[in-house]
């Protein structure tokens, strides 16, 4: 009997992509997420596929595992989703799903390739670790995710702080009332959908609380960068390189981390 896959969510611009990865390291994304993230109709869509020399090659159906139990999808092999994206006219769309398909053509294989990179490179070594005890080049490949995690999240850090000054600077007098009912929704969605991600508005209170806990310590020590110590510590506790990949049931927890290194600084 086949052991189904373990699936891996993937947030990308406000949708989930679910994607696997064999045994071999190949990844298939689930291709009726595909076509429901971009309101195609499925059996049209696979049809096409099926109907195509080279695409046909990769369309298969995989034993997934979820919440409900094994499942078995169709699945699309991920350098494949190009070529397929690109038979999928924009110019026949309108609006805001043509301005998404272009997003998907541009970034999705990508985006999909840098989730599932990290464990890849580190099986490709496992033969040569195996033979030559070189653990350097795990360490190494594990630093250098967790830069890209901390560069992400610094860049993410800056658009909030410039949203949140745009906002001040436009409505002063709502925008306290404003981000206390977002808050109270983000938590009420969190019971609602513990499987989700968090809201904007979740993911400006974390950045608010990173950005008071940075200069709480950089007024205690400023030889430091403190903020590339806090991402660096929310990837390896969390394992999240992006705000919008924290998930509402990890938020609290999140929130409980930043709180008690405040408070371990002596300013509780």
Same mark, same amino acid.
Do not use: H
């Given at each position: 009997m086949t052991t189904p896959l373990e699936r891996r969510i993937v947030p990308f611009y406000g949708d989930e992509l679910i994607a696997v990865q064999q045994p071999d390291s190949t990844i298939f994304?689930?291709?009726?997420?595909?076509?429901?993230?971009?309101?195609l109709r499925r059996y049209s869509q696979s049809r096409r596929v099926q109907s195509h020399a080279v695409l046909?090659?990769?369309?298969?159906?995989? $034993?997934?595992?979820t919440e409900g139990g094994a499942q078995v999808a169709q699945c699309l092999r991920i350098d494949l989703l190009p070529l397929w994206l690109s038979g999928v006219q924009a110019n026949r769309t309108k609006g805001v799903v043509q301005d998404k398909l272009i997003q998907y053509q541009r970034e999705a294989a990508v985006v999909l390739w840098q989730a599932?990179?990290?464990?890849?490179?580190?099986?490709?070594?496992?033969?040569?670790?195996? $033979?030559?005890?070189?653990?350097?080049?795990?360490?190494?490949?594990?630093?250098a995710e967790m830069g890209r995690a901390i560069t992400r999240m610094a860049e993410e850090q800056l658009e909030i702080r410039r949203r949140m000054d745009a906002a001040a600077r436009a409505f002063k007098t709502v925008r306290s009332d404003l $981000?206390?009912?977002?808050?109270?929704?983000?938590?009420l969605e969190d019971l609602v959908h513990p499987a989700a991600f968090i809201t904007d508005s979740q993911a400006t209170e974390i950045s608010?609380?990173?950005?008071a806990l940075a200069e709480l310590l950089t007024g205690k020590d400023a030889s430091k960068n403190h903020y590339q110590g806090i991402f660096g510590e929310m990837y390896r506790r969390f394992g999240v390189s992006s705000y919008k990949a924290i998930r509402l049931a990890?938020?609290?927890?999140?929130?409980?981390?930043?709180?008690?290194?405040r408070k371990a600084t002596g300013n509780g």
């Open positions: 994304v689930v291709f009726a997420r595909l076509c429901d993230n971009l309101g046909s090659e990769g369309l298969i159906e995989l $034993t997934i595992q599932f990179k990290p464990q890849i490179l580190i099986e490709e070594r496992g033969d040569d670790l195996a $033979t030559s005890s070189d653990a350097d080049l795990v360490q190494l490949a594990q630093i $981000t206390n009912v977002q808050v109270r929704l983000g938590v608010n609380r990173v950005k990890q938020y609290e927890a999140v929130l409980s981390f930043l709180e008690d290194w």
